[in-house]
T-cell receptor, first 113, second 114 residues
Framework: SQKIEQNSEALNIQEGKTATLTCNYTNYSPAYLQWYRQDPGRGPVFLLLIRENEKEKRKERLKVTFDTTLKQSLFHITASQPADSATYLCAPNYGGATNKLIFGTGTLLAVQP | EPEVTQTPSHQVTQMGQEVILRCVPISNHLYFYWYRQILGQKVEFLVSFYNNEISEKSEIFDDQFSVERPDGSNFTLKIRSTKLEDSAMYFC????????????FGPGTRLTVL
């Protein structure tokens, strides 16, 4: 079965720096991959979606890359702010008969002022 | 901005009791989902629902679980006989389309089984 791995340890960075979060998957490539943000006790909130034929997607301070050779997606937050502190979840989707989200364990990002 | 709502925000029940968790998806969405998150663990898919029937379910979604769209706005998850291990946060989600569509999550219902 597919495995999704994200940085298991918390990522601590200084305000203003770029945070880079990693999502690795095994076996075959997803048709697309989504990134969500989750704050404690709240539901996930959609951030970005990238398709397998796209190398990069941007939205304001956020950037996602998708490397099917490395079987990896990177999620970047530039000019990070303390308000960016949250858990970030990666969810590959393999298309076909399913549209369920299979989330990784998430990476906890802490941006220090 | 439209949002998914869920009630109650917290439900406490005794083991063996039935619970119904309620959700109101975004009004023009066609696909509905339930996920759960046990404390400290990842968000897990339970079931997806489209056109008044289950389109997919996970191994967790056994005979104790059922879903229903009783009217044009509500989407419910019923657990027939709750177990201690059902204690979790339950999230409802909806999406406009099938593929390449973001899912909008509700705020969750925290279920505590004593």
């Amino acid at each position: 079965s597919q495995k999704i791995e994200q940085n298991s340890e918390a990522l601590n960075i200084q305000e203003g720096k770029t945070a880079t979060l990693t999502c690795n998957y095994t076996n075959y490539s997803p048709a697309y991959l989504q990134w969500y943000r989750q704050d404690p006790g709240r539901g996930p909130v959609f951030l970005l979606l990238i398709r397998e034929n796209e190398k990069e997607k941007r939205k304001e301070r956020l950037k996602v890359t998708f490397d099917t050779t490395l079987k990896q997606s990177l999620f970047h937050i530039t000019a990070s702010q303390p308000a960016d502190s949250a858990t970030y979840l990666c969810a590959p989707n393999y298309g076909g008969a399913t549209n369920k989200l299979i989330f990784g364990t998430g990476t906890l990002l802490a941006v220090q002022p | 901005e439209p949002e998914v709502t869920q009630t109650p925000s917290h439900q406490v029940t005794q083991m063996g009791q039935e619970v119904i968790l309620r959700c109101v998806p975004i009004s023009n969405h066609l696909y509905f989902y339930w996920y759960r998150q046990i404390l400290g663990q990842k968000v897990e898919f339970l079931v997806s629902f489209y056109n008044n029937e289950i389109s997919e379910k996970s191994e967790i979604f056994d005979d104790q679980f059922s879903v229903e769209r009783p009217d044009g706005s509500n989407f419910t998850l019923k657990i027939r006989s709750t177990k201690l291990e059902d204690s979790a946060m339950y999230f409802c989600a909806s999406s406009e389309g099938y593929s390449y569509n973001e899912q909008f999550f509700g705020p969750g219902t925290r279920l505590t089984v004593l």
